[in-house]
Each structure stands twice: as structure tokens, then as C-alpha cells.
């Protein structure tokens, strides 16, 4: 499929772009907004470097770990060591506020749209900014979520309580036994509600938000509708990329706004109806707000 990069094209300033943005958001009758991990990174959620450093020097030190992300995957020996690390991991991405608040500006930018959220993140930020929960469906799971590691039944558990504790009560890098979750119907440990592999649950909270989801689409889909891609990558484009771009194209009322720093493009067949801003988010919305307020 052939893409079109718009910011390639010299006519076409980020001003410009800023005043397109605005002109597709108050044509639209609806605006479905697809968030993918970039969209947390221009928040400030960054898993290397000083952030990683701040918050586990002392796993990168033990165990050679050099981000967040990698981390989530070592084969620590003890459950105590490995629930220290993942308290870790969830209480700083999920139950702090971003670092930047780009989530809070996408929200004002928003305000009094019919709106629906559709995310590949698991870090509730959309949640924490003040979006209304029913209107936003995470399809990957929640950091702030456990379920059965053998996935014997459909039901997730909110940790947020326990997590505390253990971020609280962890010395050398692991937890009390007594604080190790265990499944409260076979007993076996519990596990992150993450979509790694087929033990992901989907619970009655999941069905619910998915079925809202079509009925904002049946709703919407075929009327003025802006689709608002932000920060999706490659990782799992079948979830809100390909599906955007299929929706653009079947209903000619639509518009296609991707905003991602170093892979905003479109299909040439609804480049018409497409802008691409290669830049931050935050920037992004920072200068919609500006162009508001004038």
C-alpha cells in the first residue's frame, strides 16, 4: 500500500497543520481517537535511561536490566523478587501522574465532542486526566489489574492497595512472602492482566467497554467522523491503524489525522482526507490550545 508522508511536503508548515487539525475537529460530529504507546512517551513515560535509572538502579545492578520494558520479561528466581519488581513497574506507570500533561490537553482539546477512546496503552493515564471511563475501552489490559497466571477463570482483580505495600515493604529487592498474590480459586499465582500470550483475560469490564466501542461506531461510523491516531507504531497495527485507515476509506465523510513523531503517514488513497504531523504530542496540542484560545 503506498503512504503519504504530508509533512514531506514543503507547502504544508506545522502551523498550517495546527490550523487543519482544528478545522477537522470542528467539522466532525464525532471523534474516535486511537492511543497508542508514542502517545504515553510524549507524556513522559519513558522506560530507559534517567526515569529507569531513578526508579531501579539497584535491578540493574543485580540483574544486568537495562529498561523497563526488558525488565517485565526477567526470569527472576523467587516470586518475592519478582512481585518487588513489578510493584515497581505498575506504581510508576500507573498510579503516578504523567510527567507531562499531554493527556490533560488532548482531554480539553476534546471537550464537548462525542468522543470514544480506543488504546493499546495499559497505564489508565486517560483515566487519571479526567476521560470518562465509559468511553474508553483499553484492549490490552491495565497495569492496575491481576488475574489467574493459568487464567482459570474471567475475573481481574484492581492491586493498587497491595502494590502500595509491597512498594512500601520490599527490602533487597523483594517483598514479604505473605504479600505474593495468589489466585483465590486454584491457587496459583496471579499474573498481570497484560495481553502477552492466550492466558489473557478477558473479563465482564473488557466485553462491556468492547461493546460500548461498537456501539459508537454503529452510531458514528458512517457520519462525520474524525479518526485520531496518536502515537500508534507498528507493534499491532491491526488494532487501530489498519482498521482507521479501512474506515477512512469506506465512508467519504471521514478524516484521517496521524500524529506520531517519526512514522506519521497515510495510504495514498485517503490522503485527500488525511493530515499527518510528524512531531511530539504534546507539541501538538499545545499549539491547538493556543490556536483555541485565540
Request: hydrophobic residues 35%; glycine residues 8%.
Amino acid at each position: 500500500m503506498c503512504l503519504q508522508n504530508r509533512m514531506n511536503e514543503s507547502i504544508v508548515s506545522f502551523s498550517q497543520q495546527i490550523e487543519m487539525l482544528q478545522e477537522k475537529l470542528k467539522q466532525a460530529d464525532a471523534v474516535l481517537i486511537g492511543a497508542g504507546a508514542g502517545l504515553s512517551t510524549a507524556a513522559g513515560f519513558i522506560y530507559s535511561g534517567d526515569r529507569f535509572e531513578r526508579y531501579f538502579q539497584d535491578f540493574h545492578e543485580k540483574y544486568g536490566i537495562t529498561d523497563i520494558y526488558s525488565g517485565g520479561f526477567y526470569p527472576f528466581e523467587t516470586l518475592e523478587e519478582y512481585w518487588a519488581w513489578w510493584s515497581r513497574h505498575i506504581f510508576y506507570n500507573r498510579y503516578v501522574d504523567a510527567p507531562v500533561p499531554v493527556y490533560d490537553k488532548l482531554r480539553t482539546a476534546v471537550k464537548g465532542t462525542d468522543y470514544f477512546v480506543l488504546t493499546t496503552n495499559v497505564d489508565h493515564q486517560f483515566q487519571r486526566a479526567g476521560f470518562d471511563k465509559r468511553r474508553l475501552f483499553y484492549t490490552q489490559g491495565d497495569y492496575g489489574l491481576w488475574q489467574c497466571s493459568r487464567a482459570c477463570h474471567d475475573r481481574t482483580y484492581d492491586n493498587e492497595v497491595t502494590v502500595r505495600r509491597m512498594l512500601d515493604e520490599q527490602e533487597d529487592m523483594k517483598v514479604p512472602s505473605e504479600l505474593v498474590p495468589y489466585c483465590p480459586v486454584c491457587g496459583a499465582p496471579m499474573a498481570m492482566n497484560l495481553r502477552s500470550d492466550d492466558t489473557f483475560v478477558q473479563d465482564k469490564g473488557w466485553y462491556e467497554a468492547a461493546g460500548r466501542y461498537e456501539a459508537f461506531l454503529k452510531e458514528h461510523g458512517n457520519g462525520r467522523i474524525l479518526l485520531l491516531e496518536l502515537g500508534v507504531g507498528g507493534n499491532t497495527p491491526g488494532i487501530i491503524k489498519y482498521p482507521f485507515w479501512q474506515m477512512t476509506a469506506a465512508n467519504s465523510r471521514a478524516s484521517y489525522i496521524c500524529i506520531n513523531y517519526g512514522e506519521a503517514a497515510a495510504p495514498f488513497q485517503i490522503s485527500s482526507r488525511s493530515v499527518c504531523i510528524d512531531e511530539d504530542i504534546d507539541k501538538v496540542m499545545t499549539a491547538l490550545l493556543k490556536l483555541e484560545s485565540k
